[in-house]
T-cell receptor
């Protein structure tokens, strides 16, 4: 079964700290992996998309890495700010039965304290 | 309007009501999706349409009925829902199926009383 797992479920850090969110997936045959941000009661905002052939993507203070062989991705947030507080979702587009549809993890709820 | 829009943003309905959720995308995409997000659970894919044809029905109860009249519009018709159907319903679109980046709307918060 194709699954996506995110650890930790929740994380609280002081402002200014660098942090890493983890995502693992069960099948290395993927099209791509997306990281999203979700604010409470709102929709999803796409942060980074890493294609299967790529190792990492960067946008501002965010850097996402992909290691297909080990089934892992990390989202690195540099110099965290209170405005980064949100739930971060990892989603994987797998080959095979799911036809490329996204499989989501449960998310990591991040709280950045001023 | 840009991106993916959804209406209404909030909906409260009784179990005997019939209502519809609407999604519209202004991105020129050909695939559209309905997801359900319940508390403490991952987002669940409900339906997928590619070039107006339904390609995925993820074992969704028949009280949820999707409609895709064209590549820009997607509806979710609701009837005789249960309280456990209360959730955030999210619409998304992508250029096509098969691993393209998905863009999400703001969602409709549905409460069934």
């Amino acid at each position: 079964k194709q699954e996506v797992t995110q650890i930790p479920a929740a994380l609280s850090v002081p402002e200014g700290e660098n942090l890493v969110l983890n995502c693992s997936f069960t099948d290395s045959a993927i099209y791509n992996l997306q990281w999203f941000r979700q604010d409470p009661g709102k929709g999803l905002t796409s942060l980074l998309l890493i294609q299967s052939s790529q190792r990492e993507q960067t946008s501002g203070r965010l850097n996402a890495s992909l290691d297909k062989s080990s089934g892992r991705s990390t989202l690195y947030i540099a110099a965290s700010q209170p405005g980064d507080s949100a739930t971060y979702l990892c989603a994987v587009s797998f080959y095979g039965g799911s036809q490329g549809n996204l499989i989501f993890g449960k998310g990591t709820k991040l709280s950045v304290k001023p | 309007e840009t991106g993916v829009t959804q209406t209404p943003r909030h909906l409260v309905m009784g179990m005997t009501n019939k209502k519809s959720l609407k999604c519209e995308q202004h991105l020129g995409h050909n695939a559209m999706y309905w997801y359900k997000q319940s508390a403490k659970k991952p987002l669940e894919l409900m339906f997928v349409y590619n070039f107006k044809e339904q390609t995925e029905n993820n074992s969704v109860p028949s009280r949820f009925s999707p409609e895709c009249p064209n590549s820009s519009h997607l509806f979710l018709h609701l009837h005789t829902l249960q309280p456990e159907d209360s959730a955030l319903y999210l619409c998304a679109s992508s250029q096509s199926m098969g691993g393209y980046e998905q863009y999400f709307g703001p969602g409709t918060r549905l409460t069934v009383t």
